[in-house]
């Protein structure tokens, strides 16, 4: 499937949570969602960006903005995380690499290491808003673990403005 345009309907999945409900994208109709990918658990672009999105958390809580992270990791790799960075939000396991399917955002991808390109399948770190019905209100494809919270909130910012 290809990347979610801004304006269309998030795709609704089911999958487990880190505490191993189960759970789906529409149970949280009525709130907005932060929805973000990540490649894996524990690793060093993954740990800051979580680690970003737990220390501005209460940013989000303020906004009554609801943060779920996917990655291919199992229920207890996700649960593991969680608790080692003391993450306040949802984490949802997709180890079969459904959900990052749906939304386009698993596949061969070449990232830059130490100046060398290097080619992996896996997960391309995104993010999408999506607002109180389900539409896709931003999508990025690609996005910097370090800035992307802030930039998140500033998206939430300017559209309430």
Known sequence: MPFPEVGAQAMDFETQTDNGDTVKLSDF????????????????????????????????????????????DTVEAQAAFKTKYSLPFTLLADPNHAIADLYGVWGEHTVDVAGQAVTYTGVRRSTLIIDENGVVVDARWGVDPANDTQTVLQILDASRA
């Open 29 to 72: 109709r009525g709130k907005q969602v932060i929805l973000y990918f990540y490649p894996k658990a524990d690793t060093p672009g993954c740990t800051k960006q979580a680690c970003n999105f737990r220390d501005n958390y209460h940013a989000f809580a303020e906004r009554g903005v609801v943060v779920l992270g996917v990655s291919p």
